[in-house]
């Protein structure tokens, strides 16, 4: 879920992930919220769930009517992602992500609890497309053609 504020100075929201192997990386590590289907999920739905659970309750509450389709693009990963954007507000301070488990130091035998979000901001364009994962960076040129329709 691409959201955005300002429409005349845009303002994108990014989160970055939480976790050892992210925590030293900045640049093209930054990310939408997003997230796996449930199976039978209608994907719209999934998108505002996944953006509940990891920016927490102080997530926008919007309707699956108000996003606005940006497509799909597939990460370097090979993941799959399937992105909404919607204008919204939200505090980044309110941030309260869900978590995960890791065995950590790898091979350790000791797990860990992560945060699947550890940060979330506003950036300007520049900043967004230099923060976003490079092949989420197609999201925002849709976002802005979307916007100038």
Known sequence: MLLFRDRAALALLLVHPGGPFWAKKDLGAWTIPKGEPDPGEELRRCALREMGEELGPGAPDLDPSDLIELGSIRQ??????????????????????????????????????FPEVDRAAWFDLDEARRK??????????????????
């Open 76 to 113: 370097k990963s090979g993941k799959l992602v399937h992105a909404w954007a919607a204008e919204a507000e939200f505090d980044p301070a309110a941030l309260a992500s869900n978590s995960f488990e890791l065995e950590w130091p790898p091979r350790s035998g000791s797990r860990q609890e």
């Open 132 to 149: 976003i994962l490079p092949a989420q960076a197609e999201l925002i040129d849709r976002l802005l053609d979307a916007l100038d329709t």
